[in-house]
């Protein structure tokens, strides 16, 4: 986790709240960069499938250390691989996320990028 020195839009912001959270990929290496570009109290959730990984629910990850906060996720995708993901505000301590600030689905392949 690093500080950035301001704020940033990536792929994909959290709706109706001038891009609070942001999350942008990352082609070499399969990282998602999760950002929190307000000091408004909410934690930025980054929610999302991989192509390799099962389950009935989307993993979470959360950045909850504040403005300009950097989040880097590790995907280990494999070269076939997909990930589908999206950007929330939340309440980290309860695990809470606020669906109504979601964007929509961004669809990630390996070596390319591209709405789905």
């Given at each position: 986790?690093?500080?950035?020195?301001?704020?940033?839009?990536?792929?994909?912001?959290?709706?109706?709240?001038?891009?609070?959270?942001?999350?942008?990929?990352?082609?070499?290496?399969?990282?998602?960069?999760?950002?929190?570009?307000?000091?408004?109290?909410?934690?930025?959730?980054?929610?999302?499938?991989r192509s390799h990984v099962g389950g009935?629910?989307?993993?979470r990850d959360w950045s909850h250390y504040?403005?300009?906060?950097?989040?880097?996720?590790?995907?280990?995708?494999?070269?076939?691989?997909?990930?589908?993901?999206?950007?929330?505000?939340?309440?980290?301590?309860?695990?809470?996320?606020?669906?109504d600030t979601c964007s929509s689905f961004?669809?990630?392949?390996?070596?390319?990028?591209?709405?789905?």
């Amino acid at each position: 986790m690093t500080y950035t020195s301001g704020p940033h839009t990536g792929d994909k912001c959290t709706w109706a709240n001038s891009c609070a959270g942001s999350a942008s990929s990352v082609h070499d290496g399969d990282h998602l960069l999760v950002r929190d570009n307000a000091g408004d109290g909410h934690s930025v959730v980054l929610e999302y499938e991989r192509s390799h990984v099962g389950g009935s629910d989307y993993t979470r990850d959360w950045s909850h250390y504040g403005k300009y906060a950097k989040l880097d996720v590790n995907m280990n995708i494999p070269e076939d691989g997909w990930i589908t993901y999206r950007v929330c505000l939340g309440e980290y301590g309860s695990r809470q996320v606020l669906r109504d600030t979601c964007s929509s689905f961004f669809l990630g392949v390996r070596g390319l990028i591209a709405a789905p």
